[in-house]
Nanobody, 121 residues
Framework: QVQLAESGGGLVQAGGSLRLSCAAS????????MRWYRQAPGKQRELVAA???????NYADSVRGRFTISRDNAKNTVYLQMNSLKPEDTAVYYC???????????????WGQGTQVTVSS
């Protein structure tokens, strides 16, 4: 079984910062891309940032320059440093990882349970 556990959400004032963490655990052979999504009330889930195989990163236009995604491969952990937070960043943030459980298995997409980020104005 593979699990993703997010942490680091909370309430912060506009202009503040938060750092989210997501640790993958269980039977893991390799991890491909690790990504952060968010979903605000009444809106569709959107991709915020991704760290793909080979170390390339990409960001949603709305967060580029304010958010930074990074990975610690030794710990199977992905982080999202969020600076200059705005009220419109308020959402539940989810991490996702493309994981192969053994050398013969297909890559599957695993998700965390989500962590709430609330930015007050």
């Amino acid at each position: 079984q593979v699990q993703l556990a997010e942490s680091g959400g909370g309430l912060v004032q506009a202009g503040g910062s938060l750092r989210l963490s997501c640790a993958a655990s269980g039977r893991i052979f390799s991890i491909d891309a690790m990504r952060w999504y968010r979903q605000a009330p009444g809106k569709q889930r959107e991709l915020v940032a991704a760290d793909t195989t080979g170390g390339s990163t990409n960001y949603a236009d709305s967060v580029r320059g304010r958010f930074t995604i990074s990975r610690d491969n030794a710990k199977n952990t992905v982080y999202l440093q969020m600076n200059s937070l705005k009220p419109e960043d308020t959402a539940v943030y989810y991490c996702s990882a493309l994981i192969r459980r053994n050398s013969l298995s297909a890559i599957a997409d695993y998700w965390g349970q989500g962590t709430q980020v609330t930015v007050s104005s």
